[in-house]
């Protein structure tokens, strides 16, 4: 068991916020002890939980995903291939922590929206365009026209639908990505792999098309969220005005002094919601043992303590982060947020600053961008440097964050940013190569992983609260912004590696 290693990843990526959040509530945010106690009893809760949840991925889930790709691949039938792939893609996004703490998130400010719904059409956005990516690796369709025909699609659904919904829709494509959703994914886009090979030789198309399943994955939820809206729209049911009250009762909660009780509170339901997450899940995987997988009683076994795992540790996630991490973060960016538009000067500058500090070490500590570095270091041959992808990921997302905080302070829309960014990013497709392009869109939800859908959503949160505008439309974006560097970032770095290469072919040339 890698418990330790799971242990170590999970410390190093929640300890320095909770490092930044007690430095600035000794000094210039006080959340006060009781709060504070909370926050950090959280922490330390998400912590074991994270730990304990990605354990139980790898024994259990993960292992699950593997088998049932090569097992699918085994029946060489694609509309089977196709059809299970849109089942596992709403069964694990269902059960995915960071969709069910964004949900939540919206819930409380948005009363108007019912957050299983939301969730089932977040799922089921995942589970269509995983359809889409596998297809598209199967017909050698190239990646560059998919993304852009699909992006295309959704800002014109994001146009239609109504404001209130656009940044959520975003961010919900961010968030989507995570520790339970993306193995799934990476194995049923092996298991197609290897179909599209049999009978014919490996040749660099095959290699390219290794990735970006998870990018054409990621846009799904975008697409299904704003469908969402657009019903709610027609039926009358769009919940523009009624987020003052939902956010006055969520901040008032912040404020009563429930002390360390919260966590005790907050068990009952916490371990009915991660039931109703689960058990799609487990009921799957049943079905994939009677009549796909037949695993020897001993796999079955292991299969069953992972998934048991995965219960308790997403239970103590979210009880941790339900009970101190969110609250605290909700609350801090209140203070800040608040101080920033009544006092103005230097409080803005502080509030930008901590946005941007707060990027930079999110999106250094969390797990998934040190893989996704090793693995550009890798394919590049040693040309890009982990550190200068870290650098370049670290000053992309902490600008994000900054400008999140403006949007919040000036209320800007978020297309001033997102248009010319998402534009930036199709337009380098046609320079950057391929497979850095599929490495681009399939990290665009790495660097928004368990951190930013828990204290920095709840951080933007508070700050647009304070700030008197609406939470929905100035908050909600900041996971789209944060997901959106690195689409821009790689594929820079991927065009600096084609010239540096090409460089290097003309220097043997010469010689």
Known sequence: MNLLQKFKETLLSVLPIMAIVVLLSLTVAPLGSSLLIRFVVGGILLIIGLTIFLLGVDIGILPIGERSGAALTAKKSLPLLLSVAFVIGIMVTIAEPDVQVLAGQIKDVSPAVNKWVLIFMIALGVGLF?????????LSLPLKWVLI???VLVFILAFLCPENFQGVAFDAGGAT???MTVPFIM????GVAAVRSTGSKTSKADSDDSFGLTGIASIGPVAAVCVYGLILKLTGNAFTGEASSGVAAASASLKSDEGLKIFVTLLPSTLKEVSMALLPLIIMFIVFQI?????PPMQVRRMIVGVVY???GLVIFLVGVNGGFMPAGRMLGEILGGNAVTKGGLWVVLLVLVGVVFGAVVVCAEPAVWVLTEQV???SGGTIKRKVMLVALSAGVAIAIGLSMLRVLYGFSLWYILIPGYALALVLTFICPPLFTGIAFDSGGVASGPMTSTFILSFTLGAAISAGGNPVTDAFGVIALVAMTPLIAIQILGIIFKIKNNRAQKKEVKE
């Open 130 to 138: 995983v359809m889409l990516g596998l297809l598209r690796t199967v």
């Open 377 to 379: 270091e890798s394919v």
């Open 177 to 179: 990505t995570g520790p």
């Open 310 to 312: 995965s219960f308790v």
């Open 149 to 151: 025909i699909s992006y």
């Open 187 to 190: 194995a049923l886009g092996v």
């Open 291 to 295: 009549f796909l997988l037949k695993m």
